[in-house]
């Protein structure tokens, strides 16, 4: 599926969208020094993440990305795949059913499509249920997938 300029979906139409992509993000390059970054402020500094001479032997021949750096991708790829209108404010509610189906390979690529599985009223706007697929370049299996729930105040 090609990436194609941001949609843009007004909060009041997105109950008409359930059941269908609502947009795809652009490619990004998951780097070494993003990886090393994400070691740092969790602590999980397993070397197939943060040593790359070591890596070289290891299952993947390369260092690979966490599965949660993967998953902490969300939203700056959400926010470039689709624009929702008339909100005031978003805020995380909660994800569900996440699997990590492939490991991301350093300076390999991943982008986010969003399909939208659910919406309903809550007070003061919508509460949303996205179904995001982390897709990987050249891979038969996207590196991540997880429904995130939402919450977009008018």
């Known amino acids: 599926m090609q990436a194609t300029a941001r949609p843009t979906v007004a909060l009041d ?3 008409g969208l359930i059941g269908q992509q609502i947009g795809v993000s652009q490619w990004h390059t998951v ?3 993003q990886i090393d970054y994400f070691a740092e402020a969790t602590g999980d500094d397993q070397w197939l993440h943060v040593d790359p001479e070591r890596a070289k032997a ?3 021949g390369r260092t690979i990305a966490h599965g949660y750096l993967t998953l ?3 939203p700056m790829l959400l926010w470039d795949a689709v624009e929702v209108t008339g909100v005031s404010q978003v805020l995380n509610y909660g994800i569900d059913r996440v699997r990590f189906p492939t490991p991301v390979p350093v300076d390999s690529r991943v982008r986010l499509a969003v399909r939208l599985l659910g919406a309903k009223g809550i007070d003061g706007g919508l509460q949303t249920r996205l179904g995001c697929t982390f897709e990987l370049e050249g891979a038969d299996k996207p590196a991540c997938v997880a429904e995130i729930i939402f ?3 008018r």
């Open 13 to 15: 139409d997105l109950t």
């Open 58 to 60: 290891g299952p993947f």
């Open 72 to 74: 902490s991708l969300a």
């Open 151 to 153: 919450c977009h105040f």
């Open 31 to 33: 780097t070494q020094h």
